[in-house]
């Protein structure tokens, strides 16, 4: 699947679609990784 860009607005809008996925990828494996270090501390806390 080729992508053609014959405008420079096809092009920016194409590359901020790709960005919105990567913020949101982003923000869920940040989400990710404080819901695992929280864990780890509360498991710690209980022993």
Do not use: P
Not at 17 to 26: H, I, K, R, T
Request: proline content about 0%; aromatic content about 20%; overall charge negative.
């Amino acid at each position: 699947m080729e992508n053609q860009f014959y405008t420079l607005h096809d092009f920016l809008v194409y590359t901020k679609g790709a960005a919105y996925y990567l913020m949101g990828l982003s923000v869920l494996g940040i989400l990710g990784f404080w819901l695992y270090i929280t864990g780890r501390d509360e498991e710690k806390d209980i022993q």
